[in-house]
Every structure is written in C-alpha cells, then in structure tokens.
C-alpha cells in the first residue's frame, strides 16, 4: 500500500468520524421533520482564520468572567492594599488574616478569587485557573500573568509601602 493511499485513508476515517456526531445528533433533534423532508445539503466548512479563533477564545473568556461575576468573592472584613502599577494600571488585593491560602483580586472592575500556589522561591504566588490570573508578589514588586494567552498583565506593580522603600 502506497503513502499516498494510507494518507487517503486516514483522511477519510478522519472525515467519517467527524460528521457522524453531526448527523447523528441531527437525526435526533427533529426524527419526525427529518421523515418527512429530504435530507439537507450540509455546507463545506472554511478554514478558519487566526483571528476568528482569537475572537472566539476572547469571547469565550468574557463569557467566563460574566460567569464569574455572578459568584464574586466577599471583601467584608478584608485589608485591601492598592497598587499602582506600569501604564497607569491599578490593582487592589484583598487578604484576611485568617486566611493566609487565598486572596481576593481586583483588576478592571472585576473581582477574582485566587489561591495560593506552593514555590521554592519564597515568592507569594496565587492563581485562579479558571480565569488564568496568576498574582506573583515578591518584596519589591508584584506582577499579575494571564496564563491562558502567556503575557503580562501589569508589571511594576507598587503598594504605597512598596513605591516608598518600606
């Protein structure tokens, strides 16, 4: 058997078990429409662009945080320290003395809950995987990550205490 003949094959098994669940799940739907009207024709899909895919994460991850929204942590009873970080960016962490685990994360008028990660460095590290936020905080400066599409958020993050030598 030819490569060419093998790749044919793979191509098509591919194909067949995509559109099975497709007219599989068609078929269930509607079964008595489908009885008495033809099958319709199913459109070739395109090829979808970077920048669809892109728009569709982003979309998705709004999607996410109006979920999350919904289940804002509380802040009663918490200290919130305020940073003023590069390009004009504000952060406020709220922490509770008796939870040491997690904190509480403003960033563009949201609200994010994010748990402690253990390090070897000594660094204060928190995420929230859900929303892919990750706090890192270290004596003279603290960082906020996006882990979903692997950038900075805000760098040269500052408390007061931070920005005076404290």
């Known amino acids: 058997m030819s490569i060419s003949k093998l790749f044919t094959a793979c191509a098509l098994a591919c194909i067949a078990a995509i559109a099975a ?6 078929e269930s739907a509607a079964p008595a429409k489908a009885a008495a009207k033809p099958a319709a024709k199913v459109p070739a899909k395109k090829p979808v662009s970077k920048k669809a895919k892109a728009a569709a994460g982003a979309a998705a991850a709004g999607a ?3 979920a999350m929204a919904e289940g804002e942590p ?3 009873e918490h200290k ?5 970080c590069e390009l004009g960016n504000k952060i406020t962490i709220y922490s509770h003395a008796d939870d040491s685990n997690s904190i509480a994360l403003r960033w563009k008028n949201r609200l994010h809950r994010l748990t402690r990660e253990a ?7 928190f995420e929230n995987k859900l929303a892919g936020l990750i706090w890192i905080g270290i ?4 960082m ?3 882990s979903k599409v692997n950038r900075q958020l805000a760098n040269e993050c500052k408390s007061s205490e931070q920005a005076l030598g404290l």
């Open 21 to 26: 669940p497709l007219t599989h799940a068609a």
């Open 64 to 66: 996410a945080g109006a």
């Open 74 to 76: 509380s802040v009663a």
């Open 80 to 84: 919130a320290t305020d940073y003023a």
């Open 119 to 125: 390090t070897t460095t000594g660094a204060q590290r």
């Open 139 to 142: 004596p003279a400066k603290g």
């Open 144 to 146: 906020l990550l996006d």
